[in-house]
């Protein structure tokens, strides 16, 4: 079964860099799409980036774009999400996901947990 590990979560300052990691096992992902999405506390999930496994199209949340990117390393199977600029908004659990759609998962990590402080 798919199954997918994120890690790099923490407590960072505002204004610092913090990268995430998806390890992805149990699909092909060349057919898929994998992104982040977050979820802050009394807050609905929302999408922040996601990537084409094959041919690396990225996507991302407008609140983002500029300072996070989005990459993969197909021989590790592991996606990343490279944070910078953080603001403490950006505080939330953040999720990797898997699915056909650039903004559809139909698969989920367990999530890590990233703090912003002011």
């Known amino acids: 079964q798919v199954q997918l590990v994120e890690s790099g979560g923490g407590l960072v300052q505002a204004g610092g860099s913090l990268r995430l990691s998806c390890v992805a096992s149990?699909?092909?992902?060349?057919?898929?799409?994998m992104g982040w999405f977050r979820q802050a506390p009394g807050k609905e999930r929302e999408f922040v980036a996601s990537i084409l496994w094959r041919g690396g199209m990225t996507y991302y949340a407008n609140s983002v774009k500029g300072r996070f990117t989005i990459s993969r390393d197909n021989g590790k199977n592991t996606m990343y999400l490279q944070m910078n600029s953080l603001k403490p908004e950006d505080t939330a659990v953040y999720y990797c996901?898997?699915?056909?759609?650039?903004?559809?998962?139909?698969?989920w990590g367990k999530g890590t947990l990233v703090t912003v402080s002011s």
């Open positions: 149990g699909r092909t992902f060349n057919n898929y799409y």
């Open positions: 996901g898997s699915g056909i759609g650039p903004y559809n998962m139909d698969h």
